[in-house]
């Protein structure tokens, strides 16, 4: 059992039930990262000003 600042007896399949659905998200924005180009800044290009 853990016991969160609350004081509150929680059991770990409980306290797993919100870290799934933060677990998907973050996986689907990094798939969805993946697709996205971004446009190199001025610096990083060959010649470019720092």
Excluded: C, H, Y
């Amino acid at each position: 059992m853990l016991s969160p600042s609350l004081g509150v007896p929680l059991r770990p399949e409980w306290a797993a039930l919100p870290i799934s659905p933060s677990t998907v998200i973050v996986t689907l924005n990094a798939l969805s990262l993946n697709r996205v180009k971004f446009a190199r800044a001025a610096s990083a290009q060959p010649g470019g000003v720092l």
